[in-house]
């Protein structure tokens, strides 16, 4: 069994209209919330193999706020992961190395809430109270979904992907 963790980058700037969108960085709330998933990721031994990541500066400093690690994950950089649509980042899964057993991609939306919906499947709209419906409600910013992969990475699929759970900012606060 492969565990797929995708998070989204943590809450950006956005007050300067001469920053290019892809030179945000994250806000104080956003380097709070990346520091509380990190604990929390921590506590459940959530602890990837490779962490595949935009260059964006909002995801490498969500990246940061998340060390140290254990064990420290190969990371690699990804232009290609920049505000990329579900399609693509099934394509780079798929091209995963078989051995690897985890792996966290730090990503934007809407893409990686696609990507997210596209691997629960169905299973998003049967429960009202299911993680995998909260998840297809809303995907906000710092927020992690835990799949379990059942396949090797190149058959990665619709539906290929069991949602463990689905972590939020919010909810982690509400723990604190």
Not at 110 to 122: F, K, M, R, Y
Request: with cysteine.
């Amino acid at each position: 069994m492969r565990q797929l963790l995708l998070l989204r980058h943590a809450k950006s700037c956005e007050g300067d209209p001469q920053l290019p969108d892809h030179a945000r960085k994250l806000n104080a709330r956003g380097r709070q919330d990346a520091a509380a998933m990190r604990q929390a990721m921590r506590e459940l031994g959530l602890a990837p193999d490779i962490v595949l990541v935009s260059t964006a500066a909002r995801t490498i400093e969500t990246l940061e706020k998340l060390n140290p690690w254990d064990e420290t994950p190969l990371i690699e950089a990804m232009e290609s992961l920049y505000l990329a649509p579900a399609a693509r980042m099934l394509s780079i899964l798929r091209d995963t190395p078989k051995t690897a057993r985890s792996v966290l991609v730090i990503g934007h939306n809407p893409g990686l809430h696609q990507l997210a919906i596209l691997l629960v499947g169905p299973q998003a709209v049967t429960d009202k109270h299911s993680a995998a419906r909260r998840l297809a409600e809303s995907y906000p910013t710092a927020a992690l979904a835990e799949f379990a992969i059942a396949g090797p990475w190149h058959r990665l699929d619709v539906g290929g992907g069991k949602l463990l759970r689905f972590l939020t900012p919010r909810e982690l606060r509400g723990h604190a």
